[in-house]
């Protein structure tokens, strides 16, 4: 931090870092410039203390109020994400079963209507897709109309 300085020796002069006076008559002149404060600096900063630490009380007071709600929101989040799950799996197995159940009711002749079923026919319902009219097309007339 010092240019040229070697070993705490600036300039030729001893240098020492230190928190506070060290010389014990600076300590004691710090002293009786801190009696011969006026009466209302002392008390400016008497209420300037207390005011931080009521500030510093009334923050913690907070973060401690956030930290709870912050827990009670993300136990709830998490008991709606677990019913949310619970839903999906219990239709995601109802639909599985209904197509286990559809799979083994297989009758000559119903190819296309099962075809039919797992087609989308309505032209409108997805705007973002590709354009699948022409294989929509063929799949109509192929089910109005078998090759057999």
Do not use: H
Request: glycine share 4%; net charge negative.
């Amino acid at each position: 931090f010092f240019t040229g300085a070697v070993d705490g020796v600036v300039n030729g002069d001893a240098y020492q870092e230190s928190n506070g006076p060290t010389d014990s008559y600076a300590a004691i002149s710090q002293v009786d410039r801190l009696q011969s404060e006026p009466e209302s600096i002392r008390k400016w900063r008497e209420e300037q203390k207390e005011r931080l630490e009521q500030l510093d009380a009334n923050s913690r007071k907070q973060e401690a109020e956030w930290k709870e709600k912050a827990i009670k929101e993300l136990e709830e989040w998490y008991a709606r994400q677990d019913e949310k799950l619970q839903k999906t799996k219990a239709s995601n197995r109802a639909a599985e079963e209904a197509f286990v159940n559809d799979a083994e009711d297989i009758l000559p002749g119903t190819e296309w209507e099962r075809v039919a079923q797992l087609c989308d026919f309505n032209p409108k319902s997805s705007k973002q897709a590709k354009d699948v009219s022409r294989m929509r097309s063929v799949l109509i007339s192929l089910k109005q109309a078998p090759l057999v």
